[in-house]
Each structure stands twice: as structure tokens, then as C-alpha cells.
């Protein structure tokens, strides 16, 4: 009955025409990310930018964590394509800089004044 309620509201709003509704087959809902799945996301993400730029990121300050989190605030809005933009407009100047200087394992603190570092880690 739920999936007829939610098949039934594109149409009745008017975002698609009947025969369009019509091909839909299901309609999956998918409950919003909580924190810790979030931050585990950012993290894996974070990884695979610091990989495509040939780093290997072996430490993430749980404050950078949480920046990227708030960056990344439009999820909800946007899907996971803009967590991806936001984490490489926030590290990708920096990882940059990493490799352009030999770097090969690198960490990401946030220094006492509230800067973020990164910083070969040996």
C-alpha cells in the first residue's frame, strides 16, 4: 500500500507525466545517513582522493572529519556526488602539495590554530 502511496506522489505533483509513472516498476526509499556511517564514508572517501593523487593517508584527525561532514552538509540534497567535491576542494591543494614533495604516507591534523596540516607520516 506504502509503495502505491509513493508511486502515486510524482504523479500527483505533477513532477511526471501518468505514462512516465507508469514504467516506474519500484520506487526504493532510503533513510538519510546517520553521523558515524557519515564519518566512515568521509573517511574511505578521503582515502581514495589521498590514493588518486598517489598518497597513502594513514591518519585523519577526527576535527578534519568532521569539517568535511559540515561541508558536505547539502547530502541530503545533492547525494554523495557533492561529499566527493567538497572533500577534494578541501584536500586536494594540500595532497597536491604532498606529492610535489616527495611524499609518499601522509596525515591530516588541524594544528592549535585551527588550520589543517598535512604532514609526512613516518
Known amino acids: 500500500m506504502a509503495g502505491q502511496r509513493v508511486?502515486?506522489?510524482?504523479?500527483?505533483d505533477g513532477y511526471f507525466r501518468p505514462e512516465i509513472v507508469g514504467r516506474i516498476d519500484k520506487i526504493y526509499i532510503y533513510k538519510t545517513l546517520s553521523g558515524i556511517i557519515m564519518a566512515e564514508i568521509v573517511i574511505m572517501k578521503m582515502a581514495g582522493v589521498a590514493k588518486s593523487y598517489g598518497l597513502d593517508l594513514v591518519y585523519i584527525d577526527?576535527?578534519?572529519v568532521f569539517n568535511a561532514m559540515n561541508r558536505?552538509?547539502?547530502?541530503s540534497k545533492f547525494g554523495i556526488r557533492e561529499l566527493d567535491r567538497a572533500i577534494d576542494d578541501m584536500l586536494g591543494d594540500h595532497f597536491i602539495a604532498a606529492k610535489e614533495a616527495g611524499g609518499k604516507k601522509?596525515?591530516?591534523?588541524?594544528?592549535?590554530?585551527?588550520v589543517m596540516?598535512?604532514?609526512p607520516a613516518d
Open 7 to 12: 508511486k502515486s506522489q510524482p504523479r500527483a
Open 62 to 64: 577526527p576535527k578534519v
Open 72 to 75: 558536505g552538509n547539502k547530502l
Open 106 to 114: 601522509v596525515r591530516l591534523d588541524i594544528e592549535e590554530d585551527g
Open 117 to 119: 596540516a598535512i604532514s
